[in-house]
């Protein structure tokens, strides 16, 4: 395994975290995920922009601290190295319902931290293949 | 102006030059500012993830080459560096309809190259203001 295929690991290690805490509406989890230096920003579903560390936190607290927040099930994660940072592409399966995201990391002191998430519904209506797109959808079946 | 300022300062100009692409309908510039060598992601509002060029640039060629591509303004971009990576969260007004995007850069060559870019809309009947959250959102006025 190369370094970058161990980091790429590593990666989805990390993203896993993040969804193993919303699952288990693991505050302290989500909150030791998330980077406490660099800027963090959060996107929920349908939301405008979170910035900065104080609003996403409460954000969390207050998702997973309603004791409502939906099971969320992880599906098809992808992760691609950036030197120090990456990014993880994934499905996110509520019931019938998929969302996409996008999850960003930065290695701070060889740890993956979370430094945004964006995650926003598939329309099933208006899913569109574009040419030479069918391969890499597949892919995510 | 430290390096770090300097760098954030081509990443806004990097993001600039996307939307300035998706105006003009300029594929060859759009193309272009996309990353040639690293892998690059896609999510268009309300689509599942494009993985790879090949469907990224192809969804662009057919978006650009439509000429009904919607005039796309952006608003309030922020600008976050990671090392040698970096992203930009930003609105995206649409005649009045508000879309959030997290676009995704890596520094090539003294160059900053796309390698993502996710666009969602923003459901104004479900926006939500969190607990500590009034002062960043406020910037977004």
Redesign the interface.
Known sequence: MTDRQAGAAALLVANETFYRAFVARDIAQMESLWSAS??V?C??????????R??VI??WR?ILGSGQSPRVVCANP?A?M????G?V?C?ERVGPA?L?A?N?F?LERGVWKM??H?A????QD???V????EG??S??N
């Open positions: 660099a800027f920003g996107i929920h579903p349908g939301w405008s922009a979170l910035r900065g104080e609003p409460a954000s207050s992808t691609h950036l030197g120090d940072a990014f592409l499905e998929v996409i996008t960003v930065s430094v945004h964006h926003a519904p598939v329309a208006t899913f569109v574009v040419p030479g797109s890499e959808e892919s995510l």
